[in-house]
């Protein structure tokens, strides 16, 4: 399989996502409204608003540190600049290529296998999606969810929990796992199964954390952290179009946008997220052409700061951004690329 050809199709296919759910989002959109709310809005608000989410990634970072102390001995200060280049990555490149990023980035400036480092990334996305499951549910069981909302809990809930079930299964019975990663490799081909081995244990190695009731629990209060810095994120940038909702509101919204981009398609998650914080918002009776100027310029100040604060950050470390985007060609080397042709 040629590897630039593969990154077309996903470019591709993000770009076919993004139209389609961009145009479900601006077919329900009334642009006076939407042009009103949006050159009136206070944008003072977005300033400490921005700050609290990058306050939240650095907890992000603290539970990447957590889930990475048996691997290596890394501060948080160190991994703060790797995570904030993943989420620039993931920003631009389609298909959640930022995943890949990090794992590479952090195999280039430490001695951590990337396989290793993609396990505990797992474990990480896993645990975003229960916190927010939970968030959404808790919230919607007091304040009431529209049937779209209760499909993306019902469908997230169980695709999460037997994701967790599974991570759990495979590091608490080694043997067991070995004996299926074998069973699997049987349909690798021979030169490449010691190769596709050394890449299955290294992966299960990166989730070897969750076997440590301690980490985990330091763990997950990270993930609750993060996600509640998010939403008050968000919180501020209601303030800055004076929605006058509560707080419990921008959980939901955190919730449901954020799960409705889990599913790796467009770039930064364009369309998606416009289009179920705007269905969220007008659920709870907020003005359509209001929702969908909140929508866009939230949209606007997640990706924006992220994306210029990522390019400083590879500046910083002498890294460029089409080196960062070959990244899946390196994450588990050439011969387990050779593998999966």
Known sequence: MNMSMLRSRKLWLGAVGTVLFLGLFFARTDFGDLGHALAHANYWWVIPGIAIWFLAAWFRAIRWRVLLAHLADLSTRSLYPIVIIGYMANNLLPARTGELVRAYVLGERHPVSKMATLGTI????????????????SVGAFVGLDS???????????????????????TSQKHRADRLVNLLLRVVPGKFQASARELADAFLEGMRSLQSPTAMASVLAATVIAWLLEATMYYFVGLSFDLGEPFTTYLLVTGAANLAITVPSTSGGVGPFELATRETLTSLGVASGTASAYAIALHGFLLLPVIAAGLICLWAINL?????????????GPAALKAAE
């Open 148 to 170: 779209s909302l209760r499909i993306l809990v019902i469908v997230t809930a169980v695709v999460i929990s037997l994701g967790l079930i599974v991570l759990l299964w495979a």
């Open 320 to 332: 460029s951004l089409v080196r960062v985007a070959k990244a899946p060609a390196s994450v588990g």
């Open 122 to 137: 797992t474990v990480e996305r896993l645990l975003d999606g229960f916190v927010l499951v939970i968030m959404l549910a």
